[in-house]
């Protein structure tokens, strides 16, 4: 495989999955509904069980997603497609770290879940040839980071909030980003003919 059929397969994917908007945007709105979890007067333990449980409506938020910005999820005949899936697969490595810390320290739960979910965005700015989604993931690994050594445990809620805005900011790029790109395609197009 050459470098340009290479490239036309990743334009591909960027042209029909729209660059992941239904997924970021569906996460951006999970972790809106995770910092009001973690504003709620109940143990990190808990709060962070609750943050497992809410977390199961990212797949049907993206489903609905994909129905009004009109994105393919299965793209037939492109080979790297099922890379995607396997790039979202790789974050559940990291769930036995994840329960570690809820069994052990819980108030850290939180800062952990949200270093796991931007670290796993960083693979993705090769395969939308994006480089949002690098920065996203450095923004919120190390910006998590910063606010769980920056603040008391009692005031963990600054995570979430922080990593749903970054995620919403990030959707907003992607939006405008593919709108973009959907423009100079058409301007190529023509060109061609």
Do not use: C
């Amino acid at each position: 495989m050459g470098n340009n059929e290479l490239q036309d397969l990743k334009t591909e994917i960027q042209l029909k999955a729209k660059n992941g908007i239904d997924f970021i945007l569906a996460a951006g709105i999970v972790w809106m509904g995770i910092y009001i979890i973690w504003t709620l007067d109940y143990n990190a333990y808990t709060k962070s069980i609750f943050t497992f449980i809410f977390g199961a409506i990212l797949l049907p938020l993206a489903f609905g997603f994909s129905k009004i910005f009109k994105t393919e999820w299965k793209i037939e005949g492109n080979p790297l497609q099922s890379l995607g899936l396997w790039l979202n697969f790789a974050q559940l490595i990291y769930f036995p770290f994840l329960i570690f810390i809820l069994l052990r320290y819980p108030d850290y739960f939180i800062m952990a879940y949200a270093i796991i979910t931007g670290a796993h965005l960083f693979p993705y700015a090769w395969f939308y040839d994006e480089l949002g989604y690098a920065v996203t993931a450095v923004l919120i690994s190390l910006g998590s980071l910063f606010i769980a050594l920056s603040i008391n445990t009692d005031q963990m809620a600054y995570i979430p909030i922080f990593t749903s805005l970054t995620l919403l900011s990030f959707a907003l790029w992607i939006f405008f980003g593919n709108r973009r790109l959907q423009r100079r395609m058409s301007n190529d197009l023509q060109v061609r003919k």
